[in-house]
C-alpha cells in the first residue's frame, strides 16, 4: 500500500467516524486527496480554515504510520484548486501593474502553499520577479517586483511629464 492509499484510509476513517460520508479519490499527480461530500461548507470551514486543519490531521497520522512518507493535500469539491486559479490570476493582475507602472505590487499575505504557488508560477516571467521576507510569520507577503527597474522607472517618470 503506498502513501497515497494510506492517507486515503485515514481521510476516509476520519471523517466516517464523525459523521460525514464522503467519496475521497487519489490524484497521483499531484498528491491530492479530492473529496467529494454533501457537507462541504461544514469541512471547509470558514477561508478553509476546517478544510487546513484536517489536511494538517491527515498528514500526522500518516507520518505516524509512514514516517518518510511525503505530505499530501486534501481538497473538498474543488474548493483549493478554484482559490489556487483565483490566487494567480490575482497575481497575473498585479504584474500587470507592475510593468505598466513600474512600481512593486504587495499581495495579500499567504502561507508557504500559496507563496510556492506565486513563486513557481513567476519564476520564468520576463518582466517580473517575486520576492518574499525570510522572517518566520506564517503568513506573509510576496512582492512583485519589475526586473529592470530603471527602464520601467523611465518609462513611468515620462508618463508623469
Known amino acids: 500500500m503506498d502513501h497515497l492509499e494510506v492517507a486515503q484510509e485515514i481521510l476516509d476513517s476520519m471523517l466516517g467516524y464523525l459523521g460525514?460520508?464522503?467519496q475521497v479519490e487519489i490524484d497521483t499527480n499531484t498528491s491530492t486527496l479530492n473529496v467529494a461530500s454533501g457537507n462541504a461548507k461544514l469541512l471547509i470551514g470558514h477561508h478553509g480554515?476546517?478544510?487546513e486543519e484536517i489536511q494538517y490531521?491527515?498528514?500526522r497520522l500518516l507520518q505516524d504510520r509512514l514516517p518518510e512518507a511525503p505530505k499530501v493535500r486534501v481538497d473538498i469539491d474543488n474548493y483549493l484548486a478554484s482559490r489556487d486559479y483565483r490566487m494567480v490570476e490575482e497575481a497575473e493582475a498585479g504584474a500587470a501593474r507592475v510593468i505598466a507602472t513600474g512600481q512593486t505590487v504587495k499581495l495579500a499575505p499567504m502561507n508557504?502553499?500559496?507563496?510556492?504557488l506565486i513563486h513557481n508560477h513567476f519564476k520564468d516571467h520576463p518582466e517580473v520577479k517575486t520576492w518574499s521576507p525570510s522572517d518566520s510569520a506564517r503568513l506573509k507577503r510576496i512582492s512583485l517586483i519589475p526586473k529592470n527597474p530603471v527602464k520601467n522607472a523611465q518609462n513611468t517618470e515620462d508618463i508623469g511629464d
Not at 112 to 116: A, G, K, N
Open 57 to 59: 490531521l491527515v498528514n
Open 20 to 22: 460525514f460520508p464522503v
Open 49 to 51: 480554515d476546517r478544510l
Open 112 to 116: 508557504s502553499y500559496q507563496r510556492r
